[in-house]
Structures are given as C-alpha cells and as structure tokens.
C-alpha cells in the first residue's frame, strides 16, 4: 500500500515505497499527456534549455555531486551553484528529497526520465531551518538567486511558502503586503525575473507569496482517461460562497483578485531522489517546475534569435564582399520576425504562457487555436462555463487560471516574434512597450478575423513595489523593509477596426483588482478587427511598461 506523506518544506504530497514504477515517455507530464515539451527536445527544435540560467529557493537543496556524500555517484542532476542564502553551500548539510524532487524535474538528463530543460543551469538556494528563518532570510535567499549568472537568471521556482501564522504582521492576511511578497514583487522588476510559485492547496497549506501580482501561480492537474487535464481534487477551490468566504484572505487573495495562473501536471508524476532512486510524487510543489523549466527552452530559443537578428548580413561574390546590411527588421512580407532582448524579459514570458495554455480542445479546425486538451475543473466545467469568459471584470479562472500549461504551443507563441503597433500586426505575435496615462495603444490585425473562430490575448504588466534601502546599498539587507506604490489600471479589448466597438462583450477584460487581463472569445463575424490596450487609471508612474500576446484565426 501507497503511504502518502507531507514533505517538510514543500507544497506537496509525496507518495513513498513505490517499488517499480512503470511508464510511457508518452504518458510522462512532460509528453503529449502533460504539457508537450519532449517534443522540443528533438529535431528539428533541439531545445534543452542550454546556457540558460534557472533558481529554485526552498527550506533545503538539491546535492550536488563533488560536494555532498549522498548524492549518487552517476549523479542525473547537476545544479550549476547550491547555496546557503546569500553564501556558499556547506557540504552535506540542507540536502532537501523535495527539493531533489523538484530540481530533477526541471534539468534530469537521465535519457529515461530527462527533465524539461536537461542543459539549463540550475543554481539552487536553501533557507535553512524554518527555526531560525524567516521571511527577511528568504527574500534574502530570492535575491541572491536572482543575482547569480551574474545577474542573467531568467526565472526562479518556489515550491515553498509561509504561513500566515508565521507572518508578524497583527491580522495577517493574503493582501499583498507581507514581506515575502513584496519582496518578490520587487525583485522581479529590479533583477527581471519571472517568480513561478506553488499554488498553495489549502486546509492548512502555506499561502505566502501566493498573493504576488508580478510572478504566476500555479494550481496541478491529474490525469483523466491518461492525460493531465482536470484540476486535482486538493487544489485550494473558490468554488461555493461558504468555503470561499471562509478561506478569503487566509489562504486565497483578499478581496476578489484572482489566485491561480496557469495549470501543470503534478498528480503522480515522477521524480528522482538524491540516491538517484525513482520516486512517484504529486502536488503544487511539481507542478511549478514544469512551468520555471519552460522558461528555459524559450528562451534558448529566443537568445538564438536575438543572435540571428543582431548579426549583419554580408553579400558576398567570389571572395569579395559587394554589400554589407543590417538585419532585417520584420514586416508582414519579410522572411524573419523582429527579435530584441525584449525577448528576455520576464512580463513577454509571462503573457506568452498564459496566452498559449491549454483550454478547450480544438475540433481540428483550427478555430479554437488549435489546443490539444479540454481543461476541467473540480466539478468537470470547462473555462467556458466559467465567470472569466462570461464576465469582463473578471481576467482568469479562479481553478485553471488561463488554462494549462503547454510548453510547445508556447513555444509557437513566442516564435511568432515581436511586432509593433505602429504596423498591421499578424495572426499571432507578441510585444513589451510602455503607455503613458489616459492613452491607448491599438494593434491593427492584417487579415480578417474568421467568423466563429476564438481569440486568444493576453495583457500583463505589473504592480510597482520599491525597496525601502536604509543603507542606500542598493539590496535588500534584513532589517529593511518595501513600499508598495500600487497598482496602475489597464483594459483590453477587441475592437471592430474601422467603428471602434467592441466585438462583443466577452472580447474585453476590464479588472479593477489584477495585473492581468485576458480575452478567450469567439469572433463573431468574419472582418477586420485590432487589439486595443487602455491605461485607465494612473496610480503610481504615469508609464507603464506592459507585455502582450495575441494568438487569432485570419479568414481564408
């Protein structure tokens, strides 16, 4: 019998004294089952994540062959840097079976259980003892992470928490406010990093920082019929005004922002322990490192891109050079797209993962984006069937979020490159601009829109947290604290282009309380349409910079 145990540290149940577990390459959360990333490992993609740098913070951390004794001698982890907070790991000490877990998720290169992105560089931080650690020490641990690369680390995995009872502050509640989450706020605007956090699972769970607005959260799905695609039964739930009354503000968001981001596999899903032993473990805690890993493989994908698009292009006759000129900088008849270390910011990747994730299964005509699975949740609805398509004022989900995380329909959204609003746009695309207050930006569609088609738009940007720097060090030091300068108010829309009014209802997303919005509707006559992004109420700076993602179905 399956003995089903709480992991110290982690947001997970781990089940433990599996003798041969037994499985697919198709059936693994990283095949077509879960979230199609193994697809871009091979030809003609070849991605692994290569020389892209990855953190994970947690209580403890994965070992490290040459430096811990009970890491196997044919290690399939090899983290680039462990570390104790802000210094240097001590050998054999805060070696962590979840965090092992979790990291062989993210960079196993065991041929038979390889993690999404083998190649990338993991650089790992432990905490330390929840005794003499708290919230400041881990803030400290997420900065330190943040800055190693020297300082060019993409995304950071939290498969931990706090709790509120942990919190100092008197009636401590999920409003944003605690340090932890201000801190990462802060941090990913400073270091340019995307936070991928455990979505906390209630009942006692350990919800800080799961009230962050700049990072994402992530729920985990089971499998149904052999495919991850229904939100596991002990995924916090806002489903029914008692239990969602009586969790508000303790272990979901206060008020009626929304928690979960995006969905990912995390029910008996497979993982290695630091004696390389195969091990079957579910929860949020491994849900999250499908989505950090992700980030890997685009952005080797993207850093090649940047390369191409940077380098000059010389004509060449003979052995002389005849012309030289700069690289081409995309249009609509153009053979390459436009490729800027924008590319690398963590707002892009954030809206291209929400953009691309998986919500109603395309009937094989295209017209639903071509998605693979129909996402469901505890009480079998669909994203259709929920507030955030029949509700502008609501962006996402409360159970899947955006939907489920695909990593290679991800992979299609951020290939389809950068565009400006200053020229028609593609079908699909993506940008990072800023606008000033009590403007809009308009994105011109080239093509007609499909009538019966979905749309697909994503818009995120980011509430405005400050270090209160005592020391005017330029760090955050224990014994300092942060400034949250709120959040600036942003809409989008689809609009007819040449009338102005909107397509229809549920083309708009207009929450008052997020720093997402989100549109998943149907178009509902063939014509011409353009995206429209609207600063509608300044708070803090009056420019906000912003990323967006559109994914749509030209007419024929």
Not at 26 to 31: A, D, F, M, N, V
Not at 381 to 396: E, G, H, I, T
Request: with cysteine; proline share 5%; hydrophobic share 40%.
């Amino acid at each position: 019998m399956k003995k089903l145990v709480w992991v110290t540290g982690g947001i997970c149940l781990a089940a433990v004294g599996l003798a041969r577990p037994v499985w697919t390459q198709e059936s693994l959360s990283i095949g077509v089952a879960g979230i199609d990333a193994q697809r871009l490992h091979e030809l003609p993609y070849n991605l692994i994540g290569r020389k892209i740098a990855i953190g994970q913070v947690e209580i403890g951390r994965p070992g490290k062959f040459g430096l811990d004794k009970a890491v196997s001698k044919q290690p399939a982890i090899a983290p680039a840097g462990v570390f104790l907070r802000n210094g240097a790991a001590k050998a054999n000490t805060n070696i962590d079976p979840h965090a092992q877990n979790v990291a062989s998720i993210m960079i196993s290169d065991r041929k038979t259980l390889a993690g999404i992105a083998p190649g990338a560089r993991l650089y790992s931080t432990a905490v330390g003892s929840v005794k003499y650690a708290g919230q400041p020490e881990e803030c400290l641990s997420a900065q330190s992470t943040a800055n190693r690369n020297s300082g060019d680390v993409r995304a950071i995995n939290f498969s931990f928490g706090e709790t509120l009872e942990r919190d100092p502050r008197p009636e401590a509640r999920l409003d944003g406010n605690s340090l932890l989450t201000r801190c990462l706020d802060w941090s990913s605007r400073v270091h340019d990093v995307l936070y991928v956090i455990a979505g906390n699972q209630g009942k006692g769970g350990i919800p800080i920082p799961t009230d962050n607005y700049n990072g994402m959260n992530i729920a985990f799905s089971s499998r149904q019929d052999g495919i991850f695609r229904k939100v596991d039964v002990t995924n916090l739930s806002a489903a029914g005004g008692g239990v969602k009354g009586r969790l508000r503000g303790r272990e979901m968001n206060l008020g009626t922002r929304q928690s979960i981001s995006l969905v990912a596999p995390g029910n008996r899903v497979y993982a290695l322990n630091p004696d390389a032993k195969v091990k079957e473990v579910t929860g949020t805690s491994f849900a999250a490192p499908h989505v950090t890993a992700t980030v890997a493989l685009l952005q080797e994908y993207g850093d090649k891109q940047i390369k191409m698009a940077s380098a000059p292009i010389s004509l060449e006759k003979g052995d002389k050079t005849i012309a030289s000129r700069p690289p081409f900088q995309g249009g609509l008849g153009g053979s390459t797209r436009n490729w800027s270390l924008d590319a690398r910011r963590h707002q892009v990747m954030k809206a291209v993962l929400l953009n691309s994730a998986d919500k109603v299964q395309d009937a094989g005509d295209g017209l639903r984006l071509g998605m693979s699975k129909t996402i469901i949740d505890k009480q079998n609805r669909n994203w259709v069937d929920s507030d955030a398509y029949r509700q502008p004022k609501v962006s996402l989900n409360s159970e899947i979020g955006a939907g489920q995380l695909n990593a290679f329909r991800a992979y299609e959204q951020f290939k389809a490159g950068q565009w400006q609003s200053w020229q028609p746009v593609p079908a699909m695309g993506w940008n990072y601009r800023q606008l000033k207050a009590n403007s809009a930006e308009d994105y011109v569609l080239a093509a007609p829109l499909k009538q019966g088609s979905y749309v697909a738009i994503t818009l995120v940007w980011e509430r405005l947290v400050e270090l209160r720097d005592k020391n005017q060090n330029g760090s955050f030091d224990v014994g300092e604290d942060f400034r949250d300068r709120g959040l600036n108010n942003l809409d989008l829309y689809l609009l007819n282009a040449d009338s102005n009014a909107a397509a229809s209802n549920i083309c708009t997303s207009t929450s008052e309380v997020d720093s997402i919005e989100h549109i998943f509707c149907p178009v509902p006559t063939t014509g011409s349409y353009k995206i429209r992004v609207q600063f509608r109420q300044q708070v803090n700076q009056p420019s906000q910079p912003y990323a967006i993602a559109w994914w749509t179905v030209p007419a024929q």
